[in-house]
């Protein structure tokens, strides 16, 4: 059975880092499509790093610079590393899979989630 769960969230001031983790039972997060969404109060869901089956990465522009995907077979776990954290970074993030495809397509919805986890960022 395949489960995403995230773990790393919480509050940190404006500037600060947060590493997000996202633990994953049922495949290893290498192969398939993976990646961070994150959704703010009343906004819509955002896209901000996937990884492809072959490391290729790809970062909403927002993030471009300040954020890292990343995973580790062994631990099968995926990471988001978050950097020069922003007020508007504030959001609930999520990991997700897409188990029918090696590579990211932006067009195609993920098709397994984590319930998430709560990012907070403060002045």
């Known amino acids: 059975q395949v489960q995403l769960v995230e773990s790393g969230g919480g509050s940190v001031q404006a500037g600060g880092s947060l590493r997000l983790s996202c633990a994953v039972s049922g495949y290893t997060p290498s192969t398939y499509c993976m990646g961070w969404f994150r959704q703010a109060p009343g906004k819509e869901i955002e896209r901000v790093a996937t990884?492809?089956?072959?490391?290729?990465?790809a970062y909403a522009d927002s993030v471009k610079g300040r954020f890292t995907i990343s995973r580790d077979n062994a631990k099968k776990t995926l990471y988001l590393q978050m950097n020069s954290l922003k007020l508007e970074d504030t959001a609930t993030y999520s990991c997700a899979a897409d188990l029918l495809m090696r590579w990211c397509n932006p067009g195609r919805p993920m098709d397994h989630w984590g319930k998430g986890t709560l990012v907070t960022i403060s002045s």
């Open positions: 990884i492809d089956s072959d490391g290729t990465t």
